[in-house]
């Protein structure tokens, strides 16, 4: 970002910025233990979540537009956090990518 004028009247005119960025004419730097912390919560691995079905499993669609929705596990995505579940419509199986938690076993 260019530091001009317009640009830091609105940085300094945002809601909660103020007291992160200062008051004054110029926006105060960080120190390096401050960009330190926040590097690393920026590399704190996200939360794991425990996969109880496997391919071939019966589910629940339990969220989203499908809830309620039974179908049965084709794919489990670990590094993506995702499931393909094919469902049934009008007599035809179809491929939904839900997310871990949006499912449950039956």
Do not use: C, H
Not at 65 to 76: A, E, K, L, Q, R
């Amino acid at each position: 970002m260019i530091m001009d004028e317009d640009s830091w009247y609105v940085v300094r005119n945002t809601p909660g910025v103020t007291g992160f960025v200062g008051m004054g004419n110029q926006p105060t730097p960080l120190r390096p233990e401050e960009v330190n912390q926040i590097m690393k919560r920026m590399e704190a691995e996200a939360p794991k979540v425990k996969v109880t079905f496997k391919p071939g499993q019966k589910v629940r669609i339990i969220d989203g537009p499908f809830n309620d929705f039974m179908g049965t596990v084709s794919d489990i995505d670990m590094e993506k956090a995702k499931v393909r579940v094919m469902v049934s419509f009008f007599g035809r199986d179809t491929p939904v990518e839900l997310d871990f938690l949006q499912v449950e076993r039956t």
